[in-house]
């Protein structure tokens, strides 16, 4: 089966397996989250972002073998709705964005800063911060040495646009810098976009629209 990106709330998960990552998403509601479920091919070892919602669905996906850490990326309810109950199943290490993670109503262990690398097994991803959605909210990037980019985007960049600003010029202008530099800047256009709702995309898609994006301001 190839992989889409394209889930719904109550449906099947969707995995996108590459050489030495598996990457399950899943839908949840009520806000139809993406939840993704990372794992090391080598090692077996587990890692969630965004235990969302539903930790019954979230639990049933991560199954026997347990996760090793969950990653918030960013401190907005809808984010973070199952972590206590999946911490409390798993014992997972958390993790998020140091200027997020006040809060976050879940001990973090981990507070991450722009450049910090998250393990999952031998897989190294790279935090990067971009503020404007929240103050601390970080995105996940995997450059795999078998192929393109991977980038786990939170609510900061999705399909058509960057994250909500709500109005604020000053977070509108803060977000789009940051995903213009630190993600459209200096990965390429095959690198795949998994944002924290909705349908995945690539950079290559979405770059000739940031002029647009920096015009109408959202």
């Not at 049933?60 to 109950?85: C, F, K, N």
């Not at 262990?109 to 910090?116: P, R």
Request: proline share 7%; charged share 20%.
């Amino acid at each position: 089966m190839t992989y889409s990106g394209r889930v719904t709330v109550g449906g099947p998960a969707d995995v996108h397996e590459l050489k030495d990552l598996m990457i399950t998403k899943v839908a949840v509601g009520p806000m139809e989250n993406n939840a993704y479920l990372l794992r090391c091919r080598a090692t077996d070892e587990q890692l969630l972002i965004d235990a969302a919602a539903e930790a019954e669905t979230l639990l049933g996906m991560i199954g026997d073998d347990g996760i090793a850490s969950v990653v918030t990326t960013h401190r907005h309810p809808d984010h973070w709705q199952a972590l206590p109950e999946v911490v409390a199943a798993t014992g997972a290490r958390t993790y998020a964005g140091r200027y997020d993670a006040e809060g976050i109503p879940v001990p973090t262990d981990v507070l991450v800063d722009d450049g910090d690398v998250i393990r999952v097994g031998q897989v190294e991803l790279t935090a990067r911060h971009l503020v404007g959605h929240t103050p601390g909210s970080i995105a996940l990037v995997y450059d795999d040495p078998h192929g393109h980019p991977h980038v786990f985007t939170g609510d900061c960049l999705f399909p058509g646009g960057v994250g909500n600003t709500h109005k604020d010029p000053k977070a509108f202008a803060s977000l789009l810098h940051d995903v213009e530099t630190k993600i459209f800047d200096v990965l390429p256009d095959e690198t795949w976009v998994y944002p924290g709702h909705g349908d995945d995309t690539t950079l290559g898609a979405e770059r000739p629209h940031l002029p647009e994006w920096r015009a109408r301001g959202w």
